[in-house]
């Protein structure tokens, strides 16, 4: 019996023993990187946007580093410019094909198939600014109606959206213009909706691409235009052509992003890097924002100091006068399609409600500004 014991004892390791080597092998395990033993996934993307110096691109090249990143290199996209597989108004359906796994553009491009497409990011504002639009989107009923847009259309493809845009300017000027008078008759450069809300206003709308825009207005093919931002007019060489740039606009007052991905490409994904796509949009959202504030405020400075451009905000005249045309525009569009009208009437429903508690709630920021820098108009940055 004793010897049994012995040997017993021999063959079963002790309490302490046991604690001890379950540790050592937990530390080991902890302490041993991450591997990614899987062969990384590219999806190949193309942008509306050229490579180089532009910021649209660039935020393009931050979502898809938020992909890689999230994924630990897993999940890679392969970004391609403007022009690079298919032209920028056959991307809705190059992603749908599979000619392309993802694009990266905006609603307003494919608004040619369906002037439903403007709505979600360059329709009208209801007090509503980018930010409220992308809240409508995902809380308002908003993404439901964008998918069956997308069905009318024949797009086949999940969409994401990111970067919040600020209100874009109404753009590059021969001269000041102050009212309604001063811009009628004017040929102008814009896109989506607001071609008919600026055309109810008298203006000559043509619609052009980006890369267009300067060497149309230099030639005198239009004589003002808009495209976005400072940093992306400073980019196109505006400051060449025009002296007199005019902020803050309705004709788009709330654009952002539209991420496509193919519906069969990403339902093939891990439920995890289908998480990734859609969570890097949101991470991207945040970053690209915060981005833009920096760079357009920088470049506002610099077209002000360098470039001796005269900046000024759109006259009250002027916005009144394109809020009339919106109510012309939507007006005429609900009356000729039902579908058109049921968004319109969602976004209404959720603007009224959620813009009456948030310009209720903000307090006057100007008010705060003007206190510390003096007179927003003579403050020089």
């Known amino acids: ?25 937990g530390a080991a395990a902890v302490a041993m990187p991450y591997v990614n033993v899987g062969a990384a996934q590219t999806l190949k993307m193309q942008a509306a946007w050229p490579s180089g110096a532009n910021i649209f691109f660039e935020m393009a090249g931050d979502y898809a580093k938020m992909v890689s990143d999230m994924s630990g290199g897993s999940l890679k996209i392969d970004l391609q410019p403007v022009g690079a597989i298919v032209k920028t ?3 809705g359906q190059a992603v749908s094909s599979g000619a392309v796994d993802m694009g990266h553009w905006v609603t307003a491009y494919w608004y040619g198939k369906n002037p439903a497409a403007s709505l979600f990011g360059t329709g009208p504002s209801y007090g509503m600014s980018s930010q409220e639009v992308m809240g409508w989107m995902e809380y308002g009923g908003g993404r439901a109606l964008y998918e069956e847009t997308l069905a009318k259309v024949g797009f086949d ?24 008078s001063d811009v009628k008759g004017m040929k102008y450069r814009t896109v989506g909706l607001a071609t008919n809300v600026l055309t ?8 052009l691409p980006g890369g267009e825009i300067q060497p149309a207005m230099k030639t005198g093919l239009i004589e003002a235009a808009e495209f976005n931002n400072p940093t992306s007019d400073s980019q196109f060489g505006m400051q060449d052509v025009s002296k007199h740039y005019h902020l803050g606009s309705f004709h788009q007052s709330q654009e952002m992003f539209e991420i ?10 891990s439920p995890a890097n289908q998480a990734i ?31 001796k451009v005269n900046v000024y905000q759109t006259s009250d005249e002027i916005l009144a006068q394109q809020l009339k045309g919106w109510d012309k525009v939507i007006g005429d569009f609900n009356k000729k399609d039902p579908f058109f009208k049921k968004i319109v009437d969602s976004q209404k429903a959720y603007a009224k409600r959620v813009m009456k508690y948030l310009l209720m709630n903000q307090p006057n920021y100007r008010l705060a500004y003007e206190n510390e820098f003096g007179p927003l108009a003579k403050v020089k940055i």
């Open 200 to 207: 109810a206003m008298g203006m000559v709308v043509r619609q």
């Open 260 to 269: 496509a991905c193919n519906k069969k490409t990403y339902n093939n994904l």
């Open 89 to 91: 108004k056959e991307i």
């Open 277 to 307: 796509i859609k969570n890097a949009a949101y991470a991207a959202n945040t970053d690209n924002y915060f981005k833009a504030l920096v760079r357009y405020s920088a470049d506002l400075s610099k077209l002000m100091n360098e470039h």
């Open 1 to 25: 019996m004793i010897k049994e014991k012995k040997s017993l004892k021999g063959k079963v390791p002790s309490r302490r023993k046991f604690f001890k080597t379950a540790a050592i092998a």
């Open 157 to 180: 493809y999940v969409g994401f959206f990111h970067m919040p845009m600020p209100a874009q300017p109404f753009g590059w000027f021969k001269k000041n213009v102050t009212k309604v």
